[in-house]
């Protein structure tokens, strides 16, 4: 029997249906996120040029927890099932789906046009479940050298780093660029893309462990900014060492805070500062909707003027909104780095579909280096 004769067995999908005060409030809530039975979608009632696929991970990210406490930029509609990108099997596919994927075929369910990240018709098809459904376009076969884990996360981290370093930042072969967050889901990848890029990379972090997944990731230099106390040490003295006193050429920063602050010591003059996000600062817009304040991050303009810095947003999603010609090269260009093994995705932890808390949780607290999934 072929699958698209085959009937689909039910399974489970996580749902949120209230936001909590904040992500482990809504960890610890048995109402606002929990996990209930799910039956196969109805191919009678989806699109024709829909397929069905049978979830094998889905990646656990740090806007999955923002999401859950309202406090991520864009919030789906309660209630949503969380989970922004996801990899699995073609189970099922409409009369009008085409030939590029085919039942039985591994694939990437792309998280801009479906899932709770997404804007239109599919956003409900989150990946903290056993199917979503997807066009066909949302599909990309995943490279032969990747596992599910590994495809689950790929485009969310290494397109966040594409934007940033070569779209935004423009990278040039022989630059420094000083990678914050280096153990995290995009500052690792950050590391491979800057290398790609020719770039000697000096990647930070606040444990010697991790620290050394990222140098077998190809960082040049690691660096440690924690001060043991909860604080961040003077790394400015580390960097001036490893650049001759000259400072980077770019800095990569999914961490701001207190992090932000020190690398505007760490730069030469007429450096580029790419913001990618505020790791160190969960709470940011505290407060269910109030984005952005009262905590929001700031930098100090005096030396943003004083070394003549050139401060870029880099919000890898909403720039394509604006401008549609900017996705295209970077997603051909990380399959591409993928399928040559040039990038080599790297996830700590997987968890079964029912552990999602702990697997949310395994983020929240930082036990996590590179990727986490969740395994339908
Ligand atoms: N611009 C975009 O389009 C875009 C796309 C994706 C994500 N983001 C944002 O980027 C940020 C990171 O996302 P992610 O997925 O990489 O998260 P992640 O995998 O949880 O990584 C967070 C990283 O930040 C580090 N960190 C957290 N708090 C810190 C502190 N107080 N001091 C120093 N380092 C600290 C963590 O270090 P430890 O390992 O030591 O805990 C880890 O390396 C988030 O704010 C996210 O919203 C932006």
């Known amino acids: 029997m072929t699958p698209s004769a085959a009937a689909l ?3 489970h999908r996580v749902v949120v249906s209230a936001l909590a005060e904040s992500p482990p409030e809504a960890l610890d809530s048995a109402t606002s996120i929990a996990i209930e039975p799910m039956a196969a979608p109805d191919r009678a009632s989806i699109g024709p040029r829909d397929v069905i696929v049978a979830v094998r991970a889905a990646a656990v990210g740090w806007v999955d927890l923002l999401m859950t406490s309202g406090q991520y930029q864009h919030q789906p509609a309660l209630p949503y099932t969380p989970g922004l990108e996801s990899a699995g099997v073609v189970a099922w596919k409409g009369p009008e789906a085409g030939d590029a994927v085919g ?5 990437i369910v792309d998280g801009l046009l479906v899932g709770p990240r997404s804007l239109g018709d599919h956003q409900r098809w989150g990946g903290f479940a056993s ?3 997807a066009p066909a376009e949302a599909l990309h076969p995943i490279p032969a050298a990747l596992s599910f884990d590994q495809a689950a996360g790929l485009l969310g981290a290494y397109e966040t780093a594409y934007h940033a370093l070569v779209a935004r930042g423009r990278v040039q072969p022989g630059e420094v660029v000083l990678v ?7 500052g690792l990848a950050a590391v491979e893309v800057a290398k790609l890029a020719g770039a000697r990379v000096l990647a930070t972090g606040r444990s010697e462990a991790k620290l050394a997944v990222v140098k077998d990731h190809g960082a040049d230099h690691v660096i440690l900014v924690g001060d043991g106390a909860g604080g961040v040490r003077r790394f400015r003295d580390d960097v001036k060492a490893l650049t001759g006193g000259r400072g980077v050429d770019v800095v990569y920063d999914p961490v701001g805070g207190a992090v932000s602050l020190e690398s505007l ?5 007429g450096a580029r500062f790419l913001v990618v996000g505020w790791a160190s600062t969960p709470y940011v817009a505290r407060g269910l909707g109030l984005r952005g304040a ?3 991050n700031a930098i100090p303009t005096n030396l943003v003027m004083m070394k003549g810095l050139d401060v870029l947003g880099c919000p890898a999603v909403i720039s394509t909104l604006f401008d549609p010609a900017l996705r295209p090269p970077r997603l051909a260009a990380v399959l591409r780095w993928a399928a040559e093994g040039a990038i080599r995705p790297h996830v700590s932890h997987g968890f079964p579909l029912a552990d999602f808390r702990a697997a949310l949780r395994a983020r929240w607290s930082g036990d996590v280096v590179g990727g986490c999934v969740v395994r339908p």
């Open 294 to 296: 009262p905590n929001a």
């Open 180 to 186: 914050h967050g280096a153990s995290g889901a995009t």
């Open 9 to 11: 067995p039910p399974g």
């Open 103 to 107: 039942l039985g075929d591994r694939v």
């Open 131 to 133: 199917y979503v459904v």
């Open 265 to 269: 010591r760490c730069v030469r003059f």
